[in-house]
């Protein structure tokens, strides 16, 4: 069964036709990094007008790479939260047209829980009950997954996710956007240790993260090194913050991973992407005999193969839309 897969929730204009929940014919993702990059992140108004200009150009090419028509998905599947009101409303409604025009199922997809379900696509023995940490531009979650459609919850960020205090950090430094593949890359080169920065929440004994606090720890302390004359090697403040937010994500996840007992965790969003986490997480879980698991780069950033994908578990569990379906901007799971 093939289902069209409609994502525009942030900067991402995406479509995808994937059959049966895992097999992807098409992933077609047109990126607005270019027209958001002289402002250090995402401008909402540029991000929705420049859904409007590219939806119709990307579901097209969706379907042709896939070598179907309008005519052959069953459903049509399209990211109606969290987001950018803005931007998920353009999705929506090319969606609901198409639903429409087609006389076809027309199915809503929660963003975050497509992001978590990418591990479902990529490995088809994932074990279930799993904690799964979901960390992108917009959100910092940590769930308990029952299922491609169950989970639960067990905690998030209280401010900034993780994303977002990379992004800030590379606009306050001027290093490009989107900042976390630049951090990423420019903290390889740079001694973690230099500067011990702040583990917010690391024991506050609850599940949930804060990145706000340690965003400006690094903002102050580069205007006062900046102010008392002193060197500051970028390499070494990059390594240093990326390793307080890993030391803070990895050992929030292995500590619910104990107490839920489960034998598998997983990673998700943007941030999915980034090499000192996957690298200390595989370590740090291995030693702990838990097996670890992410999706490739493509399906942890956003991407409508994963919309698709969950769209079908949904679809057999009997979900469907009606055309009243708007767009929400809260998260709700
Ligand atoms: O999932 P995603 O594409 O969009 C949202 O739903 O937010 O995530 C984008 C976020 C951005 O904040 C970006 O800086 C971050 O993921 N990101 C990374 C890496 N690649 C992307 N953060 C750290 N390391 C990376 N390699
Ligand atoms: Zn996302």
Same mark, same amino acid.
């Given at each position: ?39 250090? @992140? ?21 379907? +042709?790479?896939? @070598? ?50 990418? +591990? ?11 904690? +799964? ?38 606009? =306050?430094?001027?290093?490009? =956007? ?11 080169? @740079? ?21 706000? @606090? ?88 956003? +991407? ?30």
């Amino acid at each position: 069964m093939f289902i069209l897969g409609i994502e525009s929730s942030c900067d991402d204009t995406a479509a995808a036709v994937v059959e049966d929940g895992v097999k992807i014919l098409s992933n077609v993702i047109s990126s607005q990094n270019e027209f958001h990059r002289k402002y250090g @992140g995402v401008v909402p108004e540029i991000a929705s007008r420049k859904h409007v200009e590219l939806i119709l150009y990307v579901i097209d090419e969706a379907l +042709n790479k896939a @070598g179907i028509t309008l005519k052959d998905p069953e459903a049509i599947a399209v990211t109606h939260k969290p987001g950018l009101v803005g931007s998920l409303l353009v999705g929506v409604s090319a969606a609901k047209a198409l639903a429409y025009s087609q006389r076809k199922p027309l199915i809503a997809v929660n963003h975050i829980e497509a992001h978590a379900y990418a +591990n479902f696509m990529e490995h088809s023995d994932l074990e279930v009950p799993h904690l +799964n940490l979901t960390v992108s531009g917009g959100h910092t979650l940590l769930l308990y997954i029952q299922s491609p459609t169950e989970h639960e919850v067990i905690g998030g960020t209280l401010d900034d996710a993780a994303g977002e205090a990379y992004d800030k950090i590379a606009k =306050f430094l001027n290093l490009g =956007f989107p900042g976390g593949p630049i951090i990423d890359r420019l903290a390889k080169s @740079g001694d973690p240790k230099a500067i011990d920065f702040p583990r917010p929440l690391l024991n506050s004994g609850d599940y949930n993260f804060s990145f706000s @606090g340690l965003k400006t720890a690094v903002t102050y302390y580069v205007k006062e090194a900046k102010s008392q004359g002193r060197d500051l090697r970028e390499e070494d403040l990059l390594a240093s913050f990326q390793q307080a937010v890993v030391d803070v994500l990895v050992t929030k996840l292995l500590k619910a991973a104990e107490e839920r007992q489960v034998s598998t965790v997983t990673l998700s969003g943007g941030v999915a992407a980034n090499s000192l986490l996957r690298k200390i997480l595989s370590e740090k879980g291995t030693e702990l005999g838990l097996k670890v698991v992410y999706p490739r780069l493509e399906l942890c950033t956003d +991407n409508a193969a994963t919309i698709a994908g969950l769209a079908y578990h949904l679809f057999k569990k009997g979900l469907r839309s009606g055309l009243e379906l708007s767009a929400e901007a809260n998260l709700e799971l």
